[in-house]
């Protein structure tokens, strides 16, 4: 095996990368992590990172040691339960300037529901402040310890969590939504190689019966089979998947169907011309001679001729349906429920990543569908060349 | 010669006849009834009947077909759902959009990737050949539209050279120069983008043409008589290669049309494609049928153009004693 293509070695990388990246991560991809269009933390300057903490009974106070510009946004939500009856507690804020704000107050009752946003007008009204300023910012007025605690009464049970969104996240950022787009790059992997190969795989079975009934049987079928194809190869194959998509639904499986039904043209022509020099060379004649049956023929001395060719034709297609799947996604025509990295470049380009200038919601996944491609092109034309070693000696193609 | 044309006429009438076919079934096995799809569900059956009437669904489907061929043929494709008004008056304004990036696209894209295979082929191994390679592999792999959008993000958005969307500036410039150059300056960038992901696989499937045309005797024979290597080159190795050079032409047209509807969603033009991609999302089917048909015919004309160059190109053709190809 020629491991010393640098493409097998890819392909296997990808494929581990496929299959564990996605199971590696903790958190649902579609939900939320900071504020949307949020630069990777790497370059995110002093944006603040995203926090979380939690005031508990057995640890009702947090500091927080605060490092970068203030926070757009800030919420505190939980339950608290206290076991005595008349409870007289409060949440305090207190900033590092010594200023103390009053969050929360519990009076009488014994179980609570805390929910904190500061974009609420309520929250801002408790404050004192006006509805159109930003709470965030009046709670951070500098850099410094900031310490939120549950004083009065001590409660008996429950959680409060205290979460800021952050301006800067991981390794590529967040997207217009707030969700993490190294998760979403991560999970896309999975629906271009499932598309793309799948597609390929029925495209070639496909191709490979059409193309071996055109070349063994010959006749009016082979030039009906090969007008057939001159017209599909003839007319834009995207047009027409536009159309069934737009009217048959967007699956995943409509997709990969779809595809294959239209990408079989090039896989039949390349079998045909090999079933027709076969059918024509002296071995495939004595068989003929003894008796063996066509089926037969076709199956143990052609298949096994056509296959490492088909391997080829395979891994040559692979980017073809790729970039179709990806072409479709970003023209909008895809299950906006399934993650793929055409879909990431058409909500990038749909819902204002220039006016953001978030170019880490563009590079990730075109570089991704980019790389694929090039390693399946590559791990075909070794295919080729071992098929073929004559393609080797002209040093390469 | 005339052999030759009557079967390529009736090839690509027979092509659009399909074509207006798939359209018109492809249209039909929508779920639903048609009727239901666009008038209020609270109209009154009668009303629905008069519907069914108004739009000929009452006939039986080969004259349903009949008419729908008719009206295809004369570029009646009735009234959008969406805009209310008619599908052929839309698509009217969009068409020479269309037209132009696709042929600047092709123009450009065929003559610098022939140039640079054949320039690749004479001197195989060096720099021409290489940027032929890397090109051919870029063209194969990356995306059109990631590549339309880093060029929108550095050339339209971090410098602003180029405009951001559109196919004119509005408002639209007074005088008949101004408004020229304006339309090439909203073209350059899309047209550019598709050219540069179009040479490279032009360039290869020449290269490897002419890599098997300079290895004949006759190019042995034009250097043995002491021709120069540009006169070699050119009128004696290219053009014997020419006929299926232009086959490559056939063969790329598909890709390149898909590409321009890519091309006009990224960059927002007033065009057959994005009008087609806006027709489907919005449900609209008698304008997404006729853009349809409309892309399908701007290819059929394209490949009778090509048709016309290769029986110009191929003296077999043109002289007409052996009429195979």
Not at chain 1, 215 to 230: C, F, K, P
Not at chain 2, 181 to 187: E, I, K, N, P, V
Not at chain 2, 214 to 238: C, T
Request: one cysteine or more; aromatic letters at 10%; charged letters at 15%.
């Amino acid at each position: 095996m020629p491991m010393h293509r640098w493409s097998f070695l890819a392909f296997f990388l990808i494929l581990i990368a496929a299959v564990f990246g996605p199971m590696s991560l903790s958190e649902d991809p579609q939900q939320p992590v900071a504020k949307p269009f949020a630069p990777p933390a790497w370059i995110g300057g002093d944006a603040p990172p995203p926090f979380s903490a939690t005031l508990s009974p057995a640890d009702p106070s947090v500091q927080i040691d605060w490092k970068w510009a203030s926070p757009e946004d800030l919420s505190i939500r939980g339950n608290l339960s206290f076991e005595v009856d008349s409870v007289s507690a409060s949440l305090k804020w207190e900033t590092p300037g010594g200023d103390v704000f009053n969050l929360a107050s519990f009076e009488g009752n014994d179980d609570w529901a805390v929910d904190i946003d500061a974009r609420d007008v309520s929250f801002k009204r408790s404050l004192g402040i006006s509805p159109f300023e930003n709470a965030a910012n009046l709670m951070f007025p500098s850099l410094g310890r900031y310490i939120i605690s549950i004083e009065g009464t001590p409660p008996s049970g429950g959680s409060l969590t205290v979460a800021l969104p952050g301006g800067k996240w991981g390794l590529l950022g967040t997207d217009q939504r707030g969700r993490d787009v190294f998760s979403l790059f991560l999970v896309g992997i999975r629906v271009s190689l499932l598309v793309g190969i799948a597609a390929t795989l029925l495209a070639s079975v496909l191709g490979l019966s059409i193309g071996l009934a055109s070349g063994y049987l010959g006749g009016a079928i082979d030039s009906l089979i090969m007008r057939a194809v001159d017209v599909l190869l003839s007319i834009p194959v995207l047009p027409i998947l536009m159309v069934i998509v737009g009217i048959w639904g967007k699956g995943l499986w409509q997709l990969i169907l779809i595809l294959g039904l239209f990408s079989w043209m090039g896989t039949a022509r390349t079998v045909r011309s090999l079933a027709l020099s076969l059918r024509e060379s002296c071995y495939v004649e004595n068989l003929r001679s003894i008796g063996a049956s066509p089926f037969y023929i076709l199956y143990r001395h052609l298949l096994p001729e056509a296959l490492p060719v088909l391997l080829a034709t395979i891994s040559l297609g692979v980017p073809g349906a790729i970039l179709a799947e990806a072409g479709l996604s970003f023209l909008g025509l895809s299950d906006p429920r399934v993650i793929s990295w055409g879909r990431m470049l058409h909500e990038a380009h749909g819902f204002g990543a220039f006016t953001a200038g978030a170019w880490w919601l563009i590079l990730p996944p075109g570089l991704g569908i980019s790389i694929i491609c090039l390693v399946f092109l590559d791990m075909g034309r070794a295919i080729e060349e071992m098929a073929d070693p004559r393609l080797l000696k002209g040093g390469r193609r | 010669m005339r052999g030759y044309w009557v079967r390529r006429a009736a090839g690509a009438v027979a092509v659009l006849l399909l074509v207006i076919a798939a359209n018109f079934f492809l249209f039909r096995v929508m779920p639903g009834d048609v009727v239901s799809s666009i008038v209020d569900p609270r109209f009154s059956p009668e009303a629905k009947e008069r519907m069914r009437e108004l739009f000929g669904l009452d006939l039986p489907l080969h004259s349903q077909f009949f008419i729908y061929v008719r009206r295809m043929l004369t570029f009646d494709f009735g009234i959008s759902f969406l805009s209310q008004r008619p599908v052929w008056d839309e698509l009217r304004s969009r068409i020479p959009n269309t037209a132009a990036l696709l042929g600047s696209a092709l123009l450009l894209s065929s003559i610098i990737g022939t140039w640079l295979g054949v320039k690749a082929a004479q001197r195989r191994g060096g720099l021409i050949e290489k940027v032929a390679l890397v090109s051919g592999s870029v063209s194969f792999s990356f995306p059109s539209f990631f590549v339309q959008l880093v060029l929108l993000l550095l050339f339209a958005y971090t410098f602003p050279l180029f405009p951001l969307r559109g196919s004119v500036s509005i408002p639209v410039p007074q005088g008949t120069l101004p408004q020229v150059l304006d339309y090439l300056w909203h073209l350059a960038l899309p047209a550019g983008s598709l050219v540069l992901l179009g040479f490279g696989s032009w360039a290869i499937y020449v290269r490897n043409l002419m890599v098997k045309t300079l290895g004949e005797d006759f190019v042995l024979l034009a250097r043995a008589k002491g021709l120069s290597e540009e006169r070699v080159l050119w009128n004696h190795a290219f053009r014997s290669a020419l006929p299926p050079v232009l086959t490559i032409f056939l063969l790329a047209l598909p890709g390149i049309v898909s590409g321009a509807i890519i091309t006009e969603t990224v960059f927002s033009l007033h065009g057959v494609g994005k009008f087609l991609l806006d027709s489907i999302l919005g449900h609209d089917y008698p304008a997404a049928g006729a853009a349809f048909y409309i892309l399908a015919l701007l290819t059929i004309t394209s490949n009778l153009a090509a048709d016309a160059a290769y029986s110009i190109a191929d003296p077999r053709i043109r002289v007409g004693h052996r009429a195979e190809r």
